[in-house]
Each structure stands twice: as structure tokens, then as C-alpha cells.
């Protein structure tokens, strides 16, 4: 069964209750499984407003939902595999107050990202932008990123809509800036990684992040290592620096790699599925970034105290 | 709570005034230990007592060797095994913990006059503990504790007392342990200083310790692969593993679904940082592995 992925635009919380209980009773009726992950005022004033109704509804607080777009999209379809073969009806409100410009891009392309991972769950999603709240530029962006808009009680298809590859692709496209000069540097010559563990482990502690995090960017980093002595060309190498209250964590090497710009997005079956390893650092890390090019692949993580 | 005044030491590292305890699970474990210590003994130039009423062919460590080597051996005086009722029982057969002691310092001085740097004992209490008319606890423990006055500000003498887990209730087997400072157990199947694999036998399976990582796959697979054969229901204790790689996660869960059905490998004592990964990902992405026990209080192996 296919996705349907839909927005809208509200101001106020009337506007937004107007759109919303159609589509919270049509899921109820349907005898779908319904989830609501909204934002204050506008959880307390759905739940009021619904009542006894919305009992069965799973009601989650938007800023305990969304933290890490890649968490957030495996948290999803725990959720919709857990009620399985029943449809999930979702009201989808993600948080874009309070973001660094670079991580607002993740949770865009997280909303389109939405299309691939759930493609045939035939759950239904509605997603409320708030004209008042949200920045311009992330309506512009709901734009791109949901095939099914609903304006004045209607469902219409969204011309602007673009594939989530080409819209992966324009993401990485941002501009990135090379290590520092001053970046403390680790040559990866050695196929044992144990010197390469304690490199970083002695950074993440320099740098103040707390045990869980360091060894969360530990693991990581060793895993991107290890992938680059298995598919990478010599020299290779790990740079770290401070970044504000990121420490970043990079990883080059000379090979060419031509990633899909869905790489390590999608949660895996299990396992035992290619791109296991770098889905679970994309978990691990606040942030990975590849870049690949001809001048070599490079692997960026950051992870914030 | 976990006993910590014990020292845990593979049968190679064994040295001079340690009185040792092996609690053993069976066969295997205990050839696996003390074939060594005797195998070793004879073969670096010490002296080997062994109590026991099984002729030295039977025993672990002496049983591939010729019978002319056997002989050859107990004639030089480096091999000794001595029948109980010689080593340590009265003339009723009733356990005589005074006429141990003799023995052993009977032992230590022939093999000291014949310029031996050293004598390794060992002992099976596994009979004495199980057949009727068995000594009193009470009297095993001061046996064991004038044996251990005896072997530990000895520069000559190594020993170990075995002991079949079967043979004895669990308090009596702690209470037996209790009396010995080393407890003893086969050597790790590999150890480079970065990750050590040892095998367990209760329940079976391997203790991994360090960390765990690309390098090191290949030889963890091996062993992993080698305790699994012909056999269900292995465990892994990661209860001093500091560093599991994501690769080994996907090795791990390959090795499982390998498994016949229904079966699954166990992880034991998840320390908090490897159990933090998988719950990231999830268990049920780990198809075929399960999680098994946490931490429990020390029993027999679970001292440090």
C-alpha cells in the first residue's frame, strides 16, 4: 500500500484543529492505528478538544519526538511496525524552532526521507506547518518535500515535489569548509584501530563530552575507519577539532566513492543488511556528513556536549 | 557481592606458592587444566605429584605418553602418583589431613635433594567429597587451610586441588574455595594485549575480554566457530569486554542465524556501553542473538 505524505499550512490553533480532527476521526473510523506527536499549545488543545474520542490515540509530545532526525525515522517505524498489518494514521508535527541552519537542513531532508523509508507502509501522514512559527524557508522546503498538500479540506498533488534523491543530492551540495589548520591529526596506517580508538577517546574527553557521547563518537569513528581500510586508497587519515560545543570528527581517505545521497539514511532489516554500519553511526553521531569526490571520500561526525 | 580477594590465573601462570582451585564442570574442563599443569611440569624439569587412585596412564596430561616414558619418569622420581591411601588416608580409609601434609613434605624434600626447582601437586577431592563415610566439611576446610599455609611462603611448590562441581553441594564448593587464594582456569585461547578470548564451561561458551574489532574478527570467529560446533546454547560473556566494533554486531548476528532453530547465542553481562550500541539499533536487528543473564554476585569463575 503506498505512503501518503501530506502538509498543510494553519495560523492559530482553531485553523489547526479544523484540518486535524477530519483527518484523526477518518483514521479512528478506518480502524487505523493513530498517532499524534504534536507540539504544545497544540497537544494539550487537541487533546481537550477530542476528549473521550482521542482515547485510543497515541498522543507524543513533538520535542521529546523530534531530537535526531535518524532516531526520530527509526523511532517511526518501530511504530509502524509494531502495528502491523493494521495502517498507521499519523499526525506528524515536527520541532523547527531552535535548530543551527545546518541541522534544520537534516530535519528537511528528513521530512523527505519520509517517502522512501515508509514508500509502502501505507500509513498516511499529516504534516501542520505553522505559518506564524515556522521560518519561510522551511515552508518553501515542506513544499519540496511532501507529494500531497491540503488546502481548504482538500488533497490536491504537489507540483513542486521533488524525489528524495535529487533532493539528497542538493542537500549535500552544501558548501563545507576543510579542517582547520590547527586540527589535531591521526595518520590510518595500521589495520588495528586500537591506537585510533584511544586518539579519539583522549579528544572526546578533552573536549568535556560525557562518557555515553565519547564513546558513541568512539564507535563511530571506528567504524568509518574501518570502512575506509577496506574500500579506501592510501594516504588516509583522522582530523578532529572543536567547532563551539561540537567536536568534529573527520575521517579521509584517496579512494573514490560515489554514495547515493540516501546512504545510511534507511534503517536496515537487520544486521546482516549492507549499510548496517553506517546507518548505526548516522544513530551514534549528532551529525555525519559525506562528502565524495575526486579529490578523495571524506566522512565528517560531529557530536555536541 | 563479588569476591574480589581472589586472583583468577591461567593454568600457565601458576607459580610457586600458589595454592590453587579448580571446581571443574567435567572432563574436558578439567584435562584442559590440569593436562596442562602436568604436561608443563614434566616438561620444563620439575617434579609432578599427583594423588590419585588411577594409574598414570589414566590421568590428564600422562595418558598419550608410552608407558616406558611413565616409567621412566616415576623411576627418576619427577613423576609421582601416589594412591590415596597412601597419600592422605588412615588405615580405615578415614581422610587423615596430617598424613597429607607429610606427604607433601616428604615430596618437596626428595625433590629437593635431586636439585628439582620445583613440584607441582595436585589433588582430586572429587571421590573423598562424594563416597560414603565422607570426611565432615569441617575437616576438608582445616585440611585446606594447613595446605595452603604450607604451599604459599613455598618458593618449590605449586598446587592445585580439583574438585567435580557435581561432587558437593554449591555452599560446600564456595566454602571449599574459599580456603585457596588462586583460582585457577584453562589458558585464553588467544590474548594479544588488546582482546583475550577465554573459553568457559558453565555454561559453555567464551569469555571475551578487551576490545573487539576488524583486526581481530578473524581469530574471534575462529574460536567462536570451534566452541559452537556440535553444540547449542553458547554463551558469550562480555562482562569485561570495554569495546565491541559495529562489524562485530554483523558477525555476530551471521554466526546466529547459522544456528539450528530455535537456538540462539546468549551475551552475558552486557556492560553498559555494548548494551548501549545494541539498544540503539535495536535487538531485533540482532536476529538469532539473545540477551542472557546480567551481572550476578560471584559464584565458582565469577571472581577476580
Request: proline share 7%.
Amino acid at each position: 500500500m503506498k505512503l501518503e505524505h501530506r502538509a498543510f499550512e494553519y495560523a492559530g490553533t482553531g485553523a489547526f484543529l479544523a484540518s486535524v480532527e477530519p483527518f484523526l476521526r477518518s483514521g479512528l473510523e478506518a480502524g487505523e492505528a493513530v498517532v499524534a506527536v504534536v507540539r504544545e499549545p497544540n497537544l494539550g488543545a487537541l487533546r481537550d478538544h477530542l476528549g473521550s474520542d482521542g482515547a485510543s490515540i497515541e498522543f507524543w509530545p513533538a520535542e521529546e519526538f523530534y531530537l535526531h532526525p535518524v532516531r526520530t525515522l527509526k523511532d517511526y517505524q518501530r511504530i509502524v511496525a509494531s502495528h502491523a498489518p493494521r495502517r498507521v494514521c499519523a499526525l506528524a508535527e515536527p520541532v523547527w524552532q531552535g535548530w543551527t541552519p545546518r541541522q534544520l537542513l537534516e530535519w528537511n531532508r528528513y521530512e523527505s526521507l519520509i517517502n522512501v523509508v515508509f514508500e509502502g507502509s501505507g500509513a498516511r501522514a499529516l504534516c501542520p506547518y505553522d505559518r506564524r512559527a515556522a521560518p519561510a524557508h522551511v515552508l518553501d522546503q515542506a513544499r519540496r518535500t511532501h507529494p500531497l498538500f491540503l488546502r481548504d479540506g482538500d488533497t490536491r498533488w504537489n507540483a513542486d515535489f521533488v524525489d528524495p534523491v535529487t533532493f539528497g543530492t542538493g542537500c549535500d551540495r552544501q558548501r563545507r569548509f576543510p579542517p582547520p589548520r590547527d586540527a589535531d591529526y591521526f595518520a590510518i596506517e595500521d589495520a588495528d584501530l586500537h591506537r585510533l580508538r584511544a586518539f579519539v577517546a583522549g579528544r572526546a574527553a578533552a573536549h568535556g563530552l560525557d562518557r555515553r557521547a565519547a564513546q558513541n563518537l568512539v564507535t563511530a569513528a571506528n567504524e568509518v575507519a574501518a570502512n575506509a581500510l577496506r574500500h579506501g586508497t592510501p594516504p588516509m587519515g583522522l582530523w578532529t577539532w572543536p567547532d563551539g560545543p561540537d567536536l568534529i570528527c573527520e575521517i579521509g581517505d584517496h579512494g573514490l566513492w560515489r554514495p547515493s545521497p540516501l546512504t545510511g539514511f534507511i534503517p536496515p532489516e537487520s544486521a546482516l543488511d549492507r549499510g548496517f554500519g553506517l546507518w548505526t553511526v548516522r544513530l551514534l553521531v549528532d551529525l555525519m556528513e559525506v562528502r565524495a569526490g575526486w579529490n578523495g571520500t571524506f566522512v565528517r561526525m560531529h557530536m555536541r556536549k | 557481592m563479588e569476591t574480589s580477594w581472589f586472583a583468577k590465573r591461567p593454568v600457565s601462570d601458576i607459580r610457586p606458592g600458589d595454592h590453587g582451585w579448580l571446581a571443574h564442570t567435567g572432563l574436558e574442563e578439567r584435562d584442559r587444566v590440569i593436562g596442562i599443569f602436568v604436561g608443563e611440569g614434566l616438561e620444563t624439569g620439575e617434579k609432578v605429584v599427583y594423588v590419585s587412585d588411577r594409574p598414570a596412564g589414566r590421568l590428564p596430561g600422562l595418558g598419550g605418553r608410552p608407558p616406558d616414558e611413565l616409567d621412566e619418569l616415576a623411576r627418576s622420581g619427577r613423576l609421582r602418583v601416589i594412591p590415596r591411601r597412601a597419600a592422605c588416608l588412615d588405615r580405615s580409609g578415614g581422610f587423615e589431613p596430617a598424613k597429607m601434609l607429610d606427604t607433601l613434605a616428604r615430596e618437596v624434600g626428595e625433590a629437593f635433594g635431586q636439585g628439582l626447582r620445583a613440584v607441582r601437586l595436585t589433588t582430586d577431592h572429587s571421590r573423598l567429597l562424594n563416597e560414603p563415610g565422607r570426611p565432615g566439611l569441617a575437616r576438608m576446610l582445616g585440611c585446606e587451610h594447613r595446605l595452603g599455609e604450607a604451599v604459599s611462603p613455598s618458593t618449590m611448590v605449586k598446587a592445585i586441588c580439583q574438585v567435580d562441581r557435581q561432587a558437593c553441594r554449591p555452599d560446600e564448593l564456595t566454602a571449599l574455595r574459599d580456603t585457596h587464594e588462586v583460582l585457577v582456569e584453562v589458558n585464553p585461547e588467544f590474548d594479544d594485549g588488546v582482546l583475550k578470548i577465554v573459553r568457559t564451561f558453565d555454561p559453555v561458551g567464551l569469555r571475551v575480554e578487551g576490545e573487539l574489532d576488524a583486526a581481530r574478527h578473524a581469530v574471534f570467529s575462529d574460536r567462536l566457530a570451534q566452541v559452537s560446533a556440535g553444540r547449542g546454547g553458547v554463551h558469550l560473556d562480555f562482562s569485561r569486554l570495554g569495546f565491541i566494533d559495529l562489524g562485530c554486531l554483523n558477525l555476530l548476528a551471521h554466526h546466529a542465524i547459522a544456528l539450528p532453530r530455535g537456538q540462539a547465542l546468549v551475551l552475558d553481562n552486557l556492560p553498559p556501553d555494548v548494551e548501549t550500541v545494541i539498544e540503539l539499533v535495536g535487538w531485533h536487528r540482532l536476529p538469532g542473538l539473545a540477551r542472557g543473564r546480567d551481572r550476578v554476585p560471584a559464584e565458582e569463575g565469577a571472581a577476580r
